[in-house]
Structure formats: structure tokens, C-alpha cells
């Protein structure tokens, strides 16, 4: 049993005067306050409490160590009051990826920064799923399945990966309309997270593998816009990553049918028992921003 438990018993049967008042007033069975106060008087090697038939008295062991005890559990309730209402302090680090870190979580810091002025955040940029614990990050946000189940996430929204092509690129050399159709077009492939020259599709018969020669490669996803956008060809990436070029029509979305299921975005953290009161912070005011954009909900 947890020794301020203990503490917190034995005053209890002082104050109400027998073992029934204090589990009354404690919400607990008779046996528990009996067996509580057997093993800590057992611990000591005195007795704390005479019993009686009529009545219970502290001994004076007993009367010294709940003065004693008083003073400790009043100091430990005023310590975990301070720390449950004093202002958020400290250095808050997070990571996400490059582009959605641009797009999306830097300006969800700003605000938060204006919210906790006493607080530092370090945003860490990184297309990288860097180890929470190794790299001492408090909280991630993350595209994709988590392989590590020791994680907690909390789920925020989902991205599909897409086809785009400029409307230019189109009017030249026509949309696919197959993922077959792809071995003819000019294709821009991304090399940042790929390890082999493939596009993977979901068709009604299960899923359909092209294997690709592109024109472009490059391990940056801005320039895979920019190119998709200059007419190079078809570049696939994540759909919160053309949203603004899909909306203003200067790229088409090309196959959504076939696109593959979509990947979850989440919040992460490391598990254990108990959360940081910024960390908590931080996901009470990032969830419900992150939830009503409409980027990560295609």
C-alpha cells in the first residue's frame, strides 16, 4: 500500500474515533482500514492505536506520528495544488514532417506560444520518423501507420496519396485512365521515403503494381510540385500537399478511384502513466485545429 495511504488512514481513525468512521469517511471496507492499520503498525514495531470494546485511543507513538503525519499530507496536498495551477514552464519539443510542419504546425505553435507565454516550443522538421526517446521530443505529429506500439496516438485526420498532373501536361499528352496507361507518361517520382520505383493502386481485384521509369527524381516534394506544376509530367504525393494547387486548378487530380487507402495523421506520444501538463496542453489545443482541417480530411 502507498505509504501516504497509510498516513492518510490513521488520521483518519483518530479524527472520526474507530475503525468504521474512518471507512466511511475514506469510501472504504472495514477489513482494508483493519489490515491498513495492522501493517503499518507492524512496519513501526508499535502500537499506534488501543483498541478496546468500547472505544479506540491513539497511543502516544500514535498521537506523535499523526501530528507528524497532519503536517506531511497538508504539505503534500499544497504541493500538488501549486503544481496543478501554476503557469506552464519549460521547453516543449515537437517534430513533424517538412511540409505539413510548414503548412500546418507552425502556425498551430504560434498560437499556442500566444496562449502559454512562459513556454518554449522547439519545432523539429524532419520527413524522418525520429524516435521520441532518443531524441528528446515530447510529442509528434505523423502521417501513416505506427509501427511502434508503445506509441499513444490520437487520430486527427487522414491523407491520401495522389496523382496530379498540370492541365498543360494533360492537353499535350491526355489523362490515364489505368494504372497500365502510366508506362507511356512522363512521370515525376518522389525519392524521399521510396525504396523501389513503383506506384501501388487498389482495383476491385486487389492491387496493381507499376513499375516506373521516371523523367524526374528528386527527394523533395516541393520541387515535385513545382515540376508537376511546370507540365514534366505526373508526380504522386500526399493529397494535403497539392490542396492548394487542386483548389486553384493549377493541378489535376488524376484516378482518385484508384488511389490506395488512405494514411492516418496523428498525434503521438510516448506511453507511460502520466502526461506532462504542457504535452497535455499542447494535444487539447492542437487536436481540435488539426481535426477541422480540411487538407487532411480528402
Known sequence: ??????????????????????????????????????????????????????????????????????????????????????????????????????????????????????????????????????????LAIRIGVLPDSSLIASRVGEVRRVLVASPAYLALRGSPTSPADLTRHDT?????????????????DGEAIVRLTPRFLVNDTEAQLLAARAGRGIARVLSYQAADDLAAGTLIRLMSELEPAPLPVQLVVSGGRYMAPKVRAFLDHAGPALRALPAIHS
Do not use: C
Request: aromatic share 6%; glycine share 6%.
Open 1 to 138: 500500500m502507498d505509504r501516504f495511504d497509510e498516513l492518510t488512514i490513521l488520521v483518519a481513525i483518530v479524527d472520526e474515533g474507530s475503525l468504521a468512521g474512518a471507512a466511511r469517511r475514506l469510501h472504504r471496507s472495514g477489513p482494508a482500514i483493519t489490515r491498513a492499520l495492522n501493517a503499518l503498525e507492524d512496519r513501526i514495531g508499535t502500537r499506534l492505536i488501543q483498541r478496546t470494546t468500547r472505544r479506540l485511543a491513539p497511543t502516544e507513538q500514535g498521537l506523535y506520528l499523526v501530528e507528524r503525519a497532519r503536517a506531511l499530507l497538508a504539505d503534500y496536498e499544497a504541493a500538488t495544488h501549486r503544481a496543478a495551477i501554476e503557469p506552464l514552464r519549460g521547453l516543449l519539443r515537437i517534430t513533424a514532417p517538412v511540409q505539413f510542419g510548414r503548412k500546418h504546425v507552425a502556425a498551430l505553435v504560434e498560437r499556442f506560444l500566444d496562449a502559454y507565454p512562459e513556454l518554449q516550443v522547439e519545432l523539429v522538421l524532419n520527413d524522418r520518423n525520429l524516435d521520441l526517446i532518443e531524441e528528446g521530443l515530447d
Open 188 to 204: 515525376i517520382f518522389g525519392t524521399a521515403r521510396a525504396t523501389a520505383r513503383e506506384w501501388r493502386f487498389g482495383t476491385r
